[in-house]
């Protein structure tokens, strides 16, 4: 079965860095476009960030832009989200997601997701 298993989460103070992981198994991954959501309590799950099947195109919420690099490894099966000067307001958990199309970032959009790590950043 598909399994997308998250990684990399932790406990940073603000203006620090982490480094995200979701590998997968199960499915194609080249065909798929992944992305990144975060999910604060009581909060919607948002996008953050996806990238495109060969990784030729990326796209980013505006929260994280300038700040956070999605990427890429078709031939390991992995995908990651570099965070860097982070905020307090990152602090959630955060989702890798595939979806069999393009770039999406609705969350309906995706057919796969991991079950998520956590991030929390101190002031």
């Known amino acids: 079965q598909v399994q997308l298993v998250e990684s990399g989460g932790g406990l940073v103070q603000a203006g620090g860095s982490l480094s995200l992981s979701c590998a997968a198994s199960g499915l194609t991954f080249s065909v798929y476009a992944l992305g990144w959501f975060r999910q604060a309590p009581g909060k919607e799950r948002d996008f953050v960030a996806a990238?495109?099947?060969?990784?030729?195109?990326?796209y980013y919420a505006d929260s994280v832009k300038g700040r956070f690099t999605i990427s890429r490894d078709n031939a390991k099966n992995t995908v990651t989200l570099q965070m860097n000067s982070l905020k307090p307001e990152d602090t959630a958990g955060y989702y890798c997601?595939?979806?069999?199309?393009?770039?999406?970032?609705?969350?309906?959009?995706?057919?796969?997701w991991g079950q998520g790590t956590q991030v929390t950043v101190s002031s």
């Open positions: 990238i495109s099947r060969t990784g030729s195109t990326t």
């Open positions: 997601a595939a979806n069999r199309a393009t770039i999406r970032t609705d969350p309906a959009a995706y057919d796969y």
